[in-house]
Structure formats: structure tokens, C-alpha cells
């Protein structure tokens, strides 16, 4: 079936570091692609998503490229600030549900 | 900005007694889930909707129940609340035309529940 799977434990990083968060999946047929982002007692919002292999993501200077030959869709910014910690899911949609990976925590330190 | 509000925000609750979470949403969409959150951020969908009178398990075995009787209510109950309950719990929404490329879920703020 499919799966989504997000590299272990969290990520801590200094204000204006390089974020990479990986993610890697598991899919028959031509999945769509996305990152989701939980701020502290919130719900899951949408961050971006990609549709196709080599579709590129983006939103709020995240980025991600779909890409079918390592199956990987990984998150990256430039430049984090404190407001991007938060909890970061990976998720696939294939087969009609929504398969999530488990999320990593963000923690960006001033 | 998606409408779908969860009641309450936060609640703690003996043990044995009958709650409902309650999940409504505005936006007129078919399709509602519910995904626990364990301690770990992992989400595990237990139950899902594609309409009235429309309810399935999901991946996670859940000792609650659901209904569907209105479309833009979706309420979760517990019969008898146990510690092993205590958890997120998360609500979605999504427009009929399946998650495509424009149409991903759309969740509510959550509710945290702690059963003593």
C-alpha cells in the first residue's frame, strides 16, 4: 500500500539556518505530493503540494520537488525563522486516502 | 481560511463516562475524517464520511462511534472514556471531487482530551 516515510526526530536549528526535512514514499500509480504544517494548538494546514514528477512546491519560501526516481519530496528553506517551528507532516494521497508520515518537529532557536 | 470548528478545545474527564467530541464544518464539503494524535505527533485515521448516513472505520481500531446525519456535522463519541483514550483528536474535511490537486483536507484546531 502507500506510505510516506520522514527521516527520525527533530529538527533544532538557529534563526537563518538551512532547513531540510526528508521525505521519501511508496505509492502505485502517480500519486500527488504534500507538506503539511501543525503550529503549536492548532490544527494541520496545507504548505504546499506537487502534482507530478518535477512539479516544484512553494509557499511561504518552503519548497519541495517531486521526484519520481529517488520517490522523494523533500522540504527545504533557506532561511528559518523563529515563526516556522512547528510540527511538519509528509503526506501522499493515492487509492483515494491520505497517507501521512509521522511528522518532525521544528524547533528554530533565536 | 476553512470553517470547521471542533468543540471543546479541551477537556478532562473521569474515567466511565460517555463524551462527544462534536466537528462541524461550513464549507458544504461531502467528505469528513477523524485522525487521533498520539504523544508523538503520528496521526492515525480512525474513522471517515463521504456523505450522510455514510461512516467507515479507518486505519487505527477505535472504541468510538460516529455519525453522520447532517452533512456539515460529524460528532465522535466515547461510551465509556478510559485512560488509554487519552489523545488528540483531530477533525478534516474535503470537497467531493476526492482530494484533487486543489481540494486537500481541511482540519479543525483539535480537540485534547485527557481521561484520570
Known amino acids: 500500500g502507500n506510505s510516506v516515510t520522514q527521516m527520525e526526530g527533530p529538527v533544532t536549528l538557529s534563526e537563518e539556518a538551512f532547513l531540510t526535512i526528508n521525505c521519501t514514499y511508496t505509492a502505485t500509480g502517480y500519486p500527488s505530493l504534500f507538506w503539511y504544517v501543525q503550529y503549536p494548538g492548532e490544527g494541520l494546514q496545507l504548505l504546499l503540494k506537487?502534482?507530478?514528477?518535477?512539479d516544484k512546491g512553494s509557499n511561504k519560501g518552503f519548497e519541495a520537488t517531486y521526484r519520481k526516481e529517488t520517490t522523494s519530496f523533500h522540504l527545504e528553506k533557506g532561511s528559518v525563522q523563529v515563526s516556522d517551528s512547528a510540527v511538519y507532516f509528509c503526506a501522499l494521497y493515492g487509492n483515494n486516502r491520505l497517507a501521512f508520515g509521522k511528522g518532525n518537529q521544528v524547533v528554530v532557536i533565536p | 481560511e476553512a470553517d470547521i470548528y471542533q468543540t471543546p478545545r479541551y477537556l478532562v474527564i473521569g474515567t466511565g463516562k460517555k463524551i462527544t467530541l462534536e466537528c462541524s464544518q461550513t464549507m458544504g464539503h461531502d467528505k469528513m475524517y477523524w485522525y487521533q494524535q498520539d504523544p508523538g505527533m503520528e496521526l492515525h485515521l480512525i474513522h471517515y464520511?463521504?456523505?450522510?448516513?455514510?461512516?467507515e472505520k479507518g486505519d487505527l481500531s477505535s472504541e468510538s462511534t460516529v455519525s453522520r446525519i447532517r452533512t456539515e456535522h460529524f460528532p465522535l463519541t466515547l461510551e465509556s472514556a478510559r485512560p488509554s483514550h487519552t489523545s488528540q483528536y483531530l477533525c478534516a474535511s474535503s470537497p467531493r471531487d476526492s482530494l484533487s490537486y486543489n481540494s486537500p483536507l481541511h482540519f479543525g484546531n483539535g480537540t485534547r482530551l485527557t481521561v484520570t
Open positions: 464520511s463521504y456523505g450522510v448516513n455514510s461512516t
Open positions: 506537487a502534482t507530478k514528477a518535477d
